[in-house]
């Protein structure tokens, strides 16, 4: 069992920056691969970003790829997603994600979630 916090969301003009943090429970961090989502209003929720167990590899969503950075500190139980040169479009309520086995961006393949964090970013 993990159990996730995310923190670091709140509200930001379009060209700014943000870094969600997620933290976890648990003495068994650096065994699960680590995922972001976001859900926009009236939109399903959808894969944002992943990081393997030990941080060597990552896979980001194509929406965000070159603004966003996701990483981990397995030592602090904590991964992040720093995001810069936010959009309007970025807006949405953000979920890190965790699951025992290798890097995925399927959501139903992940086994615990956070509560999420707001995100909105103004025009």
């Known amino acids: 069992q993990v159990q996730l916090v995310e923190s670091g969301g709140g509200l930001v003009q379009a060209g700014g920056s943000l870094r969600l943090s997620c933290a976890a429970s648990g003495r068994t961090f650096s065994s699960y691969t680590m995922g972001w989502f976001r859900q926009a209003p009236g939109k399903e929720r959808e894969f944002v970003a992943a990081?393997?167990?030990?941080?060597?590899?990552?896979t980001y969503t194509d929406s965000v790829k070159g603004r966003f950075t996701i990483s981990r500190d397995n030592a602090k139980n904590t991964v992040y997603l720093q995001m810069n040169s936010l959009k309007p479009e970025d807006t949405a309520v953000y979920y890190c994600?965790?699951?025992?086995?290798?890097?995925?961006?399927?959501?139903?393949?992940?086994?615990?979630w956070g509560q999420g964090t707001q995100v909105t970013v103004s025009s």
């Open positions: 994600a965790a699951r025992s086995r290798e890097l995925s961006s399927r959501e139903s393949l992940y086994d615990y």
């Open positions: 990081i393997s167990r030990g941080g060597g590899l990552t």
